[in-house]
């Protein structure tokens, strides 16, 4: 039985009165509400940045048949990046000559530098025509590794190029311009090709 409040009782002499007031009601149990704690962040977990794929490396030579320069000749491309890997070297003796060379499948291309037997060219820096018997410079061309071509015209820049004691030294830079390549003679060549621009780009 739930006890009666000390307010409500009366003593009077003798007699006692007990009056019952309503019970008072209890008092209401606060309600506690608890704020949440928020829960910590968690940290995204690192992603790597998006690689991008690389670009395919170009074809060691393309040949556009329906493409032709000023001089007729179908356009030829060579991308020397391509080229794995290339052959560069200094070749002494009573002819001497820098030799630099593909060693791709399914054709060649040859650039000989002769320091000796071109007089128009023995090994000095500068800009020069691709002329074999003049300069000694002889640029030649095998687009299916049996038919060669021989450049007629063009011009070579010779930014560094040089040996020591017989040995190349690097670094070799060449770049050939508006080469125009018609048949080795007494070979089974016909046509002519046309090469605008190629750079042979050695580092040290």
Known sequence: MRSLPREVMVVSLALVVVSCSPAASP???PIVTSTPTPALAQASPSLPPPTSTPAPAPEPILIHEDQLADDGCPLVELHTESWSPMH?????????????????EGFYFNVELYTVYGPGWTGQ????????????????????????????????????????AGALQRPVDLVLNNLTLKPVPGSQSEGCFHIEEISIQIES
């Open 125 to 164: 820096l500068g800009t020069f025509a691709t002329d074999c018997n003049a300069n000694g410079i002889c640029i030649y061309l095998v687009p299916d590794d049996a038919h060669p071509y021989l450049a007629t015209s063009g011009e070579i820049s010779i930014g560094s190029l040089g040996q020591q």
């Open 27 to 29: 008092s209401p149990t």
């Open 88 to 104: 560069a070297a200094y070749n002494g003796g009573s002819d001497p000559f820098y030799q630099f060379h593909d060693n791709e």
